[in-house]
């Protein structure tokens, strides 16, 4: 059974000793303290318990050391924006700490998704979610909850808690929205290595939809019943060989 894990990071603010608050060119020497990863939610794809934890709640190291064992179990990885955002903000903990880098994974970033299939007027996933009908995100103070945050206010963690679980539930939902029009993902097909199944959702309720030709040959598409993914074999229907899903 393929690993999927979802998930999301907050990171606390740099902190800086600055003159102005227009065109700015802060130096290093102004640094008073470098942004880090305050708390995360993650949860397996189609698994109700969620994992939350925060450096008020574990400390730093421990709570980095939960979430590179998630990492370095899942054979993929949905997040928001994490591409750019929450893996390389974790990688730089990981080696701050005297980590290794977890185990390989695929990275699935919805963020990526909606840019590239789509034209919201705003990427964020609180509109995209909106959008939807899948509901939004967590209201909040603003800067301000993360600023209290770092000063320990246990109310403030309740709400931060809270957002970043909220976040996790949104970016599932918003997953299995997206699931059929995500490109490269992850063969369930191959790493789960069941019977013939949709390689994006591993559902065996498909039918087959014509042909998809290239240049190299002919061969049988089908559609997911399930997902409404679409996606081929690999045997070319003008030689033999050994049949295997793959996306189109």
């Known amino acids: 059974m393929s690993k999927i894990l979802l ?20 130096g290093i020497n102004q640094l008073q303290e470098s942004s880090y990863v305050m708390c995360y939610a993650a949860k397996w794809l189609g698994d109700k318990k969620m994992v939350f934890d925060s450096v008020k709640k574990s400390g730093e190291k421990k709570m980095l050391e939960g979430i590179h064992k998630l990492l370095d179990e899942a054979d993929a990885v949905i997040h928001y924006n994490g591409k750019r955002f929450d893996i390389p903000s974790l990688n730089k903990e990981f080696l701050l700490h005297g980590m290794h880098p977890p185990a390989p994974f695929k990275e699935i970033d919805l963020l990526t998704v909606a840019k590239g299939r789509f034209r919201f007027v705003s990427n964020k996933l609180d509109y995209v979610a909106q959008q939807l009908g ?11 909850l993360w600023v209290q945050c770092m000063a320990g206010i246990p109310k403030a963690w309740k709400i931060m808690e809270e957002y970043n ?10 997953y299995n929205k997206f699931k059929p029009w995500i490109k490269n993902h992850l063969n369930r097909n191959l790493v789960e290595g069941t019977d013939l199944c949709c390689p994006t959702c591993a559902s065996k309720n498909f039918q087959r939809r014509g ?38």
């Open 165 to 174: 679980r909220n976040d996790v539930i949104l970016l599932e939902k918003v």
């Open 134 to 144: 899948l509901g939004k995100k967590t209201e909040h103070s603003g800067h301000e």
């Open 211 to 248: 042909y998809n030709m290239t240049s190299a040959g002919k061969y049988q598409r089908y559609q997911c019943r399930s997902c409404g993914n679409w996606f081929r074999d690999n045997k070319n229907l003008k030689e033999k060989g050994q049949l295997r899903m793959v996306n189109v």
């Open 7 to 26: 998930l999301d990071i907050e990171m606390a603010p740099n902190v800086a000793h600055v003159w102005g608050i227009w065109d700015q060119n802060i």
